[in-house]
């Protein structure tokens, strides 16, 4: 089993607003699109245009539908998953051969495909189901973050994102470093109450959900409503992501 390597300098990651992501899948498709190229790493597929095709994906949108309670009325949510790159993260811990690791200087966790042997233990071990077994290679595949983006010197800054980031038009997906205080990721965090999936676990995974702002019947989706979430209001949707989660 590998040992996990100390904290890293960075923490670079993902805040997903769930209030505002209304589940185009553009983040999914363009994510696919970017990483089919060729790139970081190519997401192959089988029977692409047959009756049954299969690959792999590594970002997916579920929508669910929740029902009214006292105090939340029904809604439809869009719900993002990605790897969400664990500081303690079980999927490396788990890797026979070191194939999985969190990268020291910036917190991102990758596969390292050469010594893979798709023997796929990480993927029984991640609790958020962020692992992609790609049936054409015989390896593990997962979210890079686009390493191939944002330390690529010769892309105007503004496109060193990721391209899930880039895409999104809605601007329900942040990226930056979630280790300093004063970025705006973190600042937008601590703003808008995000949370952990299933903290619970002890996995402390970096990526951050924004969670739904309270709202009452009849209301409009609040393009403005910008106050600070109250945590005595929140409905119980995150308890309810936990048991989605967990089947």
């Known amino acids: 089993m590998t040992a996990l390597p100390p904290p890293p300098k960075k923490k670079l990651g993902l805040v997903i607003d769930l209030d505002v992501c209304v589940g185009c899948h553009a983040c999914a498709v363009s994510c696919k699109e970017w990483n089919a190229a060729g ?27 929740v029902e009214a309670t006292a105090t939340q009325p029904a809604m439809t949510l869009h719900f993002p998953r990605s790897c969400l790159h664990c500081e303690q993260p079980a999927c490396v811990t788990v890797c026979p051969t070191g194939a999985s690791f969190k990268r020291a200087e910036d917190g991102i966790v990758l596969v390292d495909e050469d010594k893979c042997i798709g023997c796929k233990l990480c993927s029984w071990a991640c609790p958020y189901g962020a692992r992609e077994y790609s ?46 205080p004063d970025s705006a990721v973190s600042k937008l965090v ?58």
């Open 39 to 65: 790139h970081a790493a190519p997401l192959t597929d089988e029977q692409p245009y047959g009756k049954e095709p299969s690959g792999v994906w590594f970002n997916r949108v579920h929508s669910y539908e």
């Open 135 to 180: 049936a054409v290679e015989g390896v593990m595949k997962k979210c890079t973050l686009c390493i191939d983006r944002i330390y690529n010197e010769r892309l105007p800054e503004a496109e060193r994102q990721p391209a899930c980031v880039q895409a999104c038009p809605t601007r329900a997906r942040h990226f930056g470093d979630l280790g300093d």
């Open 190 to 247: 601590a703003e808008r109450g995000g949370v952990d999936l299933m903290p619970q676990l002890g996995y402390k995974p970096t990526n951050k959900y924004l969670p739904p702002r309270p709202r009452r019947t009849g209301e409009p989706a609040p393009e403005a409503a910008r106050e600070t979430l109250d945590p005595q209001a929140l409905p119980p949707l995150l308890r309810w992501l936990d048991r989605v989660l967990s089947r």
